[in-house]
């Protein structure tokens, strides 16, 4: 089956502007969880929605946003862009929070 | 929401076995414990979850104590392919599963 799709693989900003990142999970997989990688700071959740619904939220400023559609396909924005805005940014879906989640391959976002 | 503390870094040679540790002391009696490796620039992958006891895949073995204060990642006959990074996470969906991910244990094999 196709895995987890996330579009596009890099990206190249300058600070200030704004950026949508896409996801489209695994079929049927009803969660989706965003995640932002840095060197410095590892693997940090940003938030998890399941079924349209957010049901958890890490500890980023209001800059970043989310939301999931009804095909669970979930987007990610990131306002008024900053330069420690650079990482990877991680998209992971499962059947259910807390379960087996696939992640797929990142987004590559660069403010310069 | 259960905090893990595994270790930095471990090395290792091909062929061996290795064991990573994790600690959860303040895990829920409705926590599950999964472990998940990542290579760089890609995303995690899982390797094995579990509750209690011993659990088995064909890539791994997971020990989980009577207490499930801690848990032991088993990597049998580890190869120079085995090097990554390997997360503990500890929780259940109404808990917060999704932000422990931690800083993970790097591992490196070498020939």
């Known amino acids: 089956k196709a895995g987890v799709t996330q579009t596009p693989r890099y990206l190249i900003k300058t600070r200030g502007q704004q950026v949508t990142l896409s996801c489209s999970p695994i079929?049927?997989?009803?969660?989706v969880s965003w995640y932002q990688q840095t060197p410095g700071q590892g693997l940090q959740f940003l938030f998890e929605?399941?079924?349209?619904?957010?049901?958890n939220k890490g500890n980023f400023p209001g800059r970043f946003s989310g939301r999931q559609f009804s095909n669970s396909r979930s987007e990610m924005n990131v306002s008024t862009l900053e330069l420690g805005d650079s990482a990877l940014y991680l998209c992971?879906?499962?059947?259910?929070?807390?379960?087996?989640?696939?992640f797929g391959q990142g987004t590559r976002l660069t403010v310069v | 929401l259960a905090k893990t503390t595994q270790p930095i870094s471990m090395d290792s040679y091909e062929g061996q076995e290795v064991n990573i540790t994790c600690s959860h002391n303040?895990?829920?009696?409705?926590?599950?414990i999964t472990w998940y490796q990542q290579f760089p620039s890609q995303g995690p992958r899982f390797i094995i979850q579990g509750y209690k006891t011993k659990v088995t895949n064909e890539v791994a073995s997971l020990f989980i104590p009577a207490d499930r204060k801690s848990s032991t990642l088993s990597l049998p006959r580890v190869s120079l392919s085995d090097t990554a990074v390997y997360y503990c996470?500890?929780?259940?969906?109404?808990?917060?599963?999704?932000?422990?991910f931690g800083k993970g244990t790097s591992l490196l094999v070498t020939p």
């Open positions: 996470l500890v929780g259940d969906g109404d808990s917060g599963y999704a932000l422990n």
């Open positions: 079929s049927g997989h009803r969660s």
């Open positions: 992971a879906s499962s059947l259910r929070t807390g379960r087996e989640a696939f």
């Open positions: 929605y399941f079924s349209e619904t957010q049901r």
């Open positions: 303040n895990i829920a009696t409705n926590d599950y």
